[in-house]
């Protein structure tokens, strides 16, 4: 069945400090799996990553993970995926994950996630896509990547349309309701039927 929508969600190959954020990552695969949506992600086990994708096929949704073969072992790829893609390189895969996905999502994670997240950032603002990208600052785990982010407009480095090209807020799932929405996708009476 083609799914309803979907959501590409960077996050941590760890789980992290606060147990909350297995927690959100656990609600979130399941937001996306209980709507009919797809999820895509790094095809990993690991941390909020293998949680996420666990929550979305539990809740019945589909999975595409896209992995590079480097990091098959490391980061434990995940068989369970609706479609497990294995890439050459990074750059394949984080092509192949934004041509699979509606919309973006950013939830608390190391280096990985942000490289991620600014990635897309940045092929909004040059128009490479033109698909809502979010940042969830769960728990206030990025109040100082926000903080800092607007002090760069200040600074007169960014302009204030830049900031307003990605969303930021500290509930998953309106978040993510938010997003599916700006992607043109799954009127708000069939989201909030579930
Ligand atoms: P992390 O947030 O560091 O736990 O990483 C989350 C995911 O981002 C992992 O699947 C990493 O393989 C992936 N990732 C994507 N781009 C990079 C990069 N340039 N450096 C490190 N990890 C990356």
Redesign the pocket.
């Known amino acids: 069945m083609t799914p309803t929508f979907s959501v590409c969600v960077?996050?941590?190959?760890?789980p992290g400090a606060d147990p909350d954020f297995a927690t959100t990552a656990r609600a979130v695969g399941h937001w996306i799996g209980a709507r009919g949506g797809q999820l895509v992600y790094?095809g990993?086990k690991n941390?909020l990553?293998g949680i996420v994708a666990a929550a979305t096929l539990e809740a019945g949704g589909r999975v595409v993970g896209v992995i590079p073969k480097a990091?098959v072992e490391k980061?434990w790829a995940n068989n369970d995926c609706s479609e497990l893609h294995i890439v050459d390189t990074?750059h394949e895969r984080?092509r192949l994950m934004a041509e699979h996905a509606d919309a973006f999502l950013a939830l608390p994670?190391?280096?990985?996630?942000?490289?991620?997240f600014f990635e897309v950032w940045t092929w909004r603002q040059l128009g490479y896509h033109d698909k809502p990208v979010g940042l969830l600052n769960q728990n206030g785990y990025y109040d100082l990547l926000v903080t800092f982010l607007q002090s760069t407009v200040t600074q007169g480095f960014m302009g204030d349309w830049q900031m307003g090209l990605i969303r930021i807020g500290d509930q998953a799932e309106d978040l993510l309701r938010e997003l599916v929405q700006a992607a043109g996708l799954a009127p708000e009476s069939h989201l909030d039927q579930i």
């Open positions: 960077y996050c941590g190959s760890k790094g990993g941390g990553m990091l980061e990074m984080k994670g190391g280096i990985g996630t942000f490289e991620e």
